[in-house]
DNA sequence: TCAGGAGGTTTTAATTTGAAACCATCGTGT
DNA sequence: ACACGATGGTTTCAAATTAAAACCTCCTGA
């Protein structure tokens, strides 16, 4: 899980993030839990995989401060598994990643799922990435910068 | 790499992507891509992964339409790797999950890049996801939902 | 012509994954 | 009290993936 990072990497804010959520399995759980689900076997049942599997995902999202365990909700003696602010962080990058999907995964004709606004049934709008002054801009308006060093 | 997909993810806009970029370094190829390079040795170095690797990422990358080759640009003799319309379309996925590492993978005081404007240099906004309406919507406020199919 | 560099592939070992079996706890019925 | 199923995991072991290193090929420059 842990991987080792390039020199160059080591401070990139893109490279970090992939050890917490860089595998295939734990941006689906993520996706459940904003879904609702917060039961081990309803994800289980949910994204097919091995219980072995999604154990050790969890536990990865838990320490990584994604999700956290909470006692009960229903009277049950076991925990649920829910999402916190860091993990409801994830919800544009979701919405990135499905409209991504949308666009290219999906023959014109075919059918699939659409995020929309719950007050009026519409679909949401695009991401759209603005400048300070809320021009819309691509990639090639953008670049990184780092800041100086402050002087301590 | 071709991961099974269970009945409930079938088709879904969110797992189908995570077959095409869903791995570690997947997505830190597309990330050089987007700050210029084009060269195998070029994305080695900069990932510091072995190359039998990076050789099976760029071939994955090249099967999903994600990259494509081009004979040279400056006249030697080896091919380059650029980003298709469809990698990037990839950009405010990139955005979204570099603005959630800064957030929440550096300490208050640590120095890391910024994306800024490269028109005056400030940084971008925070991606938002807005309805039709211009309201600002958070998780709560959406729901997926799956149109009716048409007649035939 | 020979030394290197770029761009890979092959080989082999280590790590990760996945399926199935196993185990522990709780609630329920009898 | 006891059996039994449901839930929530852990352990075991085989299979697939990843990683490191060695190797190969083509091209270039000295």
Redesign the pocket.
């Given at each position: 899980?842990a991987?080792?990072v390039s020199h160059r990497d080591s401070m990139c804010g893109v490279a970090r993030p992939l050890d917490a959520i860089g595998?295939w399995?734990s941006l689906l759980i993520v996706r459940d839990a904003f879904d609702g689900l917060r039961?081990?076997?309803e994800f289980q049942k949910s994204l097919g995989?091995?219980?072995?599997?999604l154990?050790?995902r969890l536990r990865n999202l838990l320490a990584h401060g994604i999700m956290e365990t909470v006692p009960a909700s229903d009277g049950?003696?076991?925990?649920e598994y829910v999402l916190t602010e860091k993990g409801r962080s994830l919800f544009p990058l979701l919405v990135a990643l499905r409209q991504w999907g949308e666009d290219f995964f999906f023959e014109p004709d075919e059918a699939h799922v659409l995020l929309v606004d719950r007050k009026n049934g519409l679909p949401v709008r695009r991401l759209e990435l603005r400048a300070q002054d809320g021009r819309v801009v691509g990639a090639e308006d953008t670049m990184v910068w780092l800041p100086p060093a402050s002087p301590e």
């Open positions: 899980m991987k080792r595998d399995w039961r081990f076997g995989l091995a219980k072995n599997i154990s050790a049950s003696p076991y925990q």
